[in-house]
Every structure is written in C-alpha cells, then in structure tokens.
C-alpha cells in the first residue's frame, strides 16, 4: 500500500486541522489504519487507529475527545479531524496501513507509511 498525508499546517492553540491520506495499491487486504505523530526528540507516538472490518476506533489518551478518526468506504483515504489543538499537538503527523490484528499502538505493527505532514500549534 502506497499512502501519502496531507492537510497539515500552521494554526492557533484552539484550532482545528484535518489530516487527509490517500492509499493505493493493496488497500481491500489492509486490517487497520492509523495516525501516529513525532515531535522533534521524541520517539513516534500513536495517535489513533480504526481496525477490522467494523471500523472499531481507538485514541491516544492525550487525543481523546478532541480528535476523530474516519476513513473513506473502500479504505482508499483516511481521515484525522483535529479539534481543540494544543501547543503540544506539534509533530510531525504519520499516516499508517497495518495487515494484521497486531499491537496497535506500537509502529512496528504496520507495514506502510506516508510520507508525513508538519502540524505546527502556536500559543
């Protein structure tokens, strides 16, 4: 699968973004997809994921409630709705296609990534 991110940018503590991933290729096999992010230092930390079939949706403590994860109905774009962003969601925001029921949390349970997309929040 063959993911590329866009939708970032610059925005005021409070605002909101929303992240896009468009996916090709071998997106009918692709068991979860995610969102993770890195900022500068720092190890890349998950974000959200939607897995299996239903859809099931999973957040990161420090994003629940104000983020939302969606995808498109043939898998082939994924969505990040960012609401309420704080200087310390800056990062470097990663989309991500996993096959298998694994530990989603961790990066090493997906098999491709995007490109990245820089999400600066100012104070």
């Known amino acids: 699968v063959q993911l590329q991110a866009s939708g970032g940018g610059l925005v005021q503590a409070g605002g909101s973004l929303r992240l896009s991933c468009a996916a090709s290729g071998r997106t009918n096999s692709v068991y979860a997809m995610g969102w993770f992010r890195q900022a500068p230092g720092k190890g890349r930390e998950f974000v959200a994921v939607?897995?299996?079939?239903?859809?099931?949706?999973y957040y990161a403590d420090s994003v629940k409630g104000r983020f939302t994860i969606s995808r498109g109905n043939t898998k082939n774009a994924q969505y990040l709705q960012m609401n309420s962003l704080k200087p310390e969601d800056t990062a470097v925001y990663y989309c991500?296609?996993?096959?298998?029921?694994?530990?989603?949390?961790?990066?090493?349970?997906?098999?491709?990534w995007g490109q990245g997309t820089q999400v600066t929040v100012s104070s």
């Open positions: 991500a296609t996993g096959y298998y029921d694994t530990d989603y949390v961790v990066p090493e349970s997906y098999e491709s």
């Open positions: 939607m897995r299996g079939s239903g859809g099931s949706k």
